[in-house]
């Protein structure tokens, strides 16, 4: 038996069976992540922007259900009302007595209807004489005060440069310049913030010298309404972030005089922004605008 050569040991056999399964599963190795472009180590570019609005000038038109709900009310209030002591405030006769009874008879049609008869009628010759005191009032109080037409002519020839168009809606202005010698794009008035300047006093300065001071305007706050970041494109040359703080103004009276660096510029409503302007600009800016 000591001349026989001795089994391999059992412990030596599992050891080279487990490292020979280690190399069988062993993974191949991933290759290095691409390198990025290394940041820009200048600080950011603070920009200003002011969406000028001009607020609605005429009441919104009422809905079919407003109409009948008015309408309504005031069927109620007509059937509850007391009667009014016309004999006590107006002198019988008298031309301010002819006017209000002329009137009261028009409340009544409209409440109840063009079919409506009071029960105690009214002769022709009543009714004339009635008229006649009525348009000789209205000559003595005749003024020259008319109402603004619910439809403008602007709206007709699209004049974008009209602050009277879209009057039932808000109006922001939005001006076409170049940026950084590009092309010209839309956008609400922006300039470059110097440094140690307070922002809202950059934004009035910036605004001033490219839309000029013949508007009476004022700027609602100190504090932003909103920022906007310009996305930058992976593969595009290490650069500073330029980043837009929004400040909200309104206009009351007075028009835009362009600078010259401004191409052209518009009043539009808030859905017309989304077709002039870049999606990725009316993305950052859509919920600072009112739809109304």
């Known amino acids: 038996m000591s001349g026989l050569a001795r089994p391999p040991c059992r412990r030596a056999v599992r050891i080279a069976s487990r490292a020979l399964t280690t190399a069988a599963v062993e993974p191949a190795p991933t290759p290095a992540p691409a390198p990025r472009p290394p940041r820009a180590s ?51 006769g008298s031309l301010l007595e002819s006017r209000f009874n002329t009137e009261e008879r028009h409340r009544e049609r409209v409440a109840w209807g063009p079919n409506y008869v009071k029960a105690v009628e009214v002769s022709e010759e009543a009714k004339a004489s009635e008229q006649a005191a009525i348009d000789q009032m209205e000559l003595q109080e005749r003024t020259d005060d008319r109402l603004m037409p619910r439809v403008h002519r602007s709206d007709g020839e699209r004049d974008y440069q009209s602050l009277d168009r879209k009057g039932r809606r808000n109006l922001y202005l939005l001006v076409r310049e170049a940026e950084d010698g590009g092309k010209p794009t839309w956008g609400f008035p922006r300039g470059l913030a110097e440094q140690g300047e307070l922002l809202h006093q950059a934004a009035q300065r910036d605004f001033l010298a490219k839309c000029g001071n013949a508007m009476d305007t004022w700027i609602v706050a100190r504090k932003p309404i909103g920022m906007y970041k310009r996305p930058v494109p992976p593969t595009a040359a290490p650069a500073p972030e330029k980043i837009t703080f929004f400040f909200k103004a309104h206009i009351m009276a007075g028009q835009v005089h362009p600078a010259e660096s401004i191409k052209d510029f518009v009043w539009v409503t808030k859905q017309e922004i989304k077709t002039r302007v870049a999606r990725d600009y009316w993305e950052g800016v859509k919920d600072m605008l009112s739809d109304h």
């Open 42 to 92: 200048t600080r950011p570019l603070l920009y200003t922007s002011v969406i000028l609005n001009r607020a609605p000038i005429l009441t919104p038109t009422s809905t079919v259900f407003e109409r009948a709900f008015y309408a309504y009310q005031q069927r109620i209030r007509r059937a509850l009302h007391q009667p009014f002591p016309s004999d006590f405030y107006f002198t019988q």
